[in-house]
């Protein structure tokens, strides 16, 4: 079916989309790119395939709009994208080709994402392989990047002095407890805290010999 285009206007509101109409009635609104990349002007006739297409089109800028805005507030894991993306109501192709837009120019990244959660989180508190792994996981990050990137961000010397140094602090609240009661509140916190019990373990007995020491 032919439609003829029988008007093209600016948005006064915003001036980088148009209003266009068909057959003397208003259709839909699209960027002004779009005009220019569909060649659509008064008087020329367009068929449903192409006004499919144009409005696909559409479609899928305001989608990549809308992912570029996400980003430019803070930085996004690919499923958080995606289902913001899907919480917009945008069909699943759509989503597919902005995600795949936005990997592919860098601007979605797991592995760095996991890397600055994981540094964040090391500088303002300081938890273990396991809940870090956790947390990251409910992200929607794939193991495999997961697993990279501790490896490359957390060997076992960092988080064996993380761990000592969170129980030296808490260690201190405890000063009025008993020996026993002291150390299974300290083993409580470190392992919430998700450091493994080998860690905990050497920690708690270091922190134990240093407050017997200083006794």
């Known amino acids: 079916m032919q439609r003829r285009i029988t008007d093209i206007q600016v948005q006064k509101n915003h001036p980088t989309r148009c209003s266009l109409f068909l057959d003397g009635e208003f259709y839909c609104g699209v960027g002004m790119d779009l005009v220019v990349k569909f060649h659509l002007k008064p008087g020329i006739e367009i ?10 089109q559409e479609e899928l800028n305001k989608a990549k709009n ?9 930085m996004y894991t690919v499923k958080g994208v995606r289902d913001k993306l ?13 995600i795949e837009t936005l990997e592919r120019y860098g601007y979605l990244n797991d592995k760095v994402y996991a ?17 870090l792994r956790q ?3 409910r992200k929607g990050i794939k193991d495999s990047i997961i697993d990279d990137v501790i490896g490359e961000e957390f060997d076992e010397s960092k988080e064996y002095d993380m761990a000592l140094e969170l ?21 409580g916190v470190l ?14 007995e270091q922190v134990t010999k240093e407050k017997e020491s200083e006794a």
């Open 135 to 137: 947390e990251l996981i």
């Open 47 to 56: 068929d449903d395939d192409k006004l499919k297409e144009l409005i696909q």
């Open 115 to 131: 890397a600055e959660w994981i540094q964040s989180r090391l500088c303002s508190n300081p938890k273990g392989k396991y809940i």
């Open 191 to 204: 392992f919430r805290r998700g450091f493994n019990s080998e860690v905990v373990n050497n920690v708690v």
């Open 86 to 98: 899907f919480e917009r109501g945008y069909s699943e192709e759509v989503v597919n080709e902005v």
């Open 66 to 74: 809308y992912a570029y805005r996400l980003l430019g507030s803070r």
């Open 167 to 187: 129980a030296r602090r808490k260690i201190k609240l405890y000063k009025n407890d008993d020996p026993a009661s002291a150390k299974r509140k300290l083993q």
